[in-house]
Nanobody
């Protein structure tokens, strides 16, 4: 599986960005696709995930109500709509995929395939 992220950039606090994860090389019927983020020197943090087969989503508490993950299976693309951004959201955002689950998704689990990341900077 190849994953390519895009859509990062610089935005002011309170603003919005939409990240895109374009995927290719899928074979199983089900994948869990997740967004992670990492600040320099920090631990990689799971943000949200979505199941490609049943559409189940899950979010970390810090982004609930602000971020929305969605997928367009026809385009093999997953999106992360980020609203009400704050400087605390500044990080490199990564897309990840895993086919180990039969259904649903879990944000905080091991993912096999990763993209190269896209940087999000939120200014105060």
């Amino acid at each position: 599986v190849q994953l390519v992220e895009s859509g990062g950039g610089l935005v002011q606090a309170g603003g919005s960005l939409r990240l895109t994860c374009a995927a290719s090389g899928f074979t199983p019927d089900h994948y869990a696709i997740a967004w992670f983020r990492q600040v320099p020197g920090g631990k990689r943090e799971g943000v949200a995930c979505i199941s490609t087969s049943d559409g189940i989503t899950s979010y970390v508490d810090s982004v609930k109500g602000r971020f929305t993950i969605s997928s367009d299976n026809a385009k093999n693309t997953v999106y992360l709509q980020m609203n009400s951004l704050s400087p605390d959201d500044t990080a490199v955002y990564y897309c990840a995929a895993d086919s180990s689950l039969d259904y649903g998704c879990i944000v905080d689990m091991s993912y096999d395939d990763w993209g190269q990341g896209t940087r999000v900077t939120v200014s105060s």
